[in-house]
């Protein structure tokens, strides 16, 4: 990768990655785009809003700044998904279609996020192979299956290096996720430091997939660098780093805070996703074809998460 276009880089996992990708590549060689002015990001280094469902936009974009790799980035979330699974289809398929039509078109490398949420009730529950039964209820894991397939067809039909991860519920500090089964994950430790108390929308027993934000950027480029001569699979690699229920994770913030509180208020459409998820996966395949390894568990990051946001809360440390 030597130029590289972000599409949806003002979300969760863009926010990050453009300032990683940025901090490897060069400043002006990552031009990160999104559907809102982002002023940080543009400040950092190129910058354009860009609706990613703008086809043309998007290949002006790729010509006009000769990047030779995509990150399409744009999602609608699981369960934002099922309040408008029309919509949801439409800006995830298309943003996706999009990006592979102008990898196609301009020799493009392309990244896109796949995620636990291709699995459904009838995946094997536990260390979920990397090949198995794939049947999801909600929108967002029919656009994600959808997805791998089309981007695997899009490799074998015209050689367009496509390359995808099934990412887990993705943990991190800088820009908060919106609309997912996952995000709890995220909110808790926001809650148990300005409030010391969380309401959680998951019950308590559900083992989810999770990885913190520092493995996932690592994991992108690790994935994108690899030879491809080594790459069995392509879209998409099983990526595991810690599995975990509400009550793991408060216990382990209450082992820092032993006043913190949490209670439930479940909402059934994030109930019924995430017990339609697996527990969790077996990510041999990533091991195995390009090396990969997580590098945080459960304790690190709550540590980690913890120190963080205290430093940005300062007033409401408790
Ligand atoms: C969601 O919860 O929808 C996402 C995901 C696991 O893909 N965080």
């Known amino acids: 990768m030597k130029r590289i276009l972000i599409v949806g880089a003002g979300g969760q996992i863009g926010s990050e990655l453009t300032t990683y990708l940025r901090g490897i590549y060069g400043h002006d060689r990552v031009v990160a785009t999104d559907v809102r002015e982002c002023k940080e990001m543009a400040a950092q280094g190129p910058f354009e809003v860009l609706n990613a469902l703008d086809a043309t936009a998007m290949a002006s974009a ?115 996720p919106g609309g997912g089964t996952t995000d709890y994950a995220v909110e808790i430790y926001y809650e148990a430091v300005k409030k010391g108390r969380f309401t959680c929308p998951v019950p308590g027993d559900v083992y989810m997939d999770m990885i913190y934000m520092p493995d996932a950027l690592r994991a992108c480029v690790e994935l994108m660098e690899a030879d491809p001569a080594k790459l069995v699979h392509r879209n998409s690699f099983n990526l595991a780093s810690m599995s975990f229920t509400p009550e793991i994770i408060c216990a382990e913030i209450r082992k820092r805070m032993p006043d913190f509180e949490m209670t439930y208020d479940i909402d059934p459409v994030k109930k019924a996703i995430a017990e339609s998820w697996p527990n969790s996966l077996d990510d041999t395949c990533a091991r195995e074809e390009w090396g990969w390894k997580p590098e945080w568990d459960l304790a690190r990051m709550t540590d980690d998460m913890l120190e963080v946001i205290r430093r940005r809360f300062p007033v409401e440390v408790r």
């Open 62 to 176: 790729v010509a006009r700044h000769r990047c030779d790799a995509i990150f399409n980035l744009v999602a609608l979330l699981s369960a934002v998904g099922e309040k408008n699974p029309q919509m949801a289809w439409q800006i995830n398929m298309g943003a996706l279609m999009n990006s592979l039509e102008v990898a196609r078109q301009h020799h493009c490398a392309l990244f896109t996020p796949s995620s636990i949420g291709a699995f459904g009730p009838t995946s094997p529950k536990d260390r979920t192979p990397q090949d198995t039964i794939m049947q999801p209820t909600t929108i967002y894991g029919v656009c994600k299956v959808t997805g791998e397939l089309l981007s695997n067809y899009y490799h074998t039909k015209y050689g367009v290096d496509t390359r995808s991860v099934r990412f887990p519920g993705i943990i991190s500090n800088v820009t908060l």
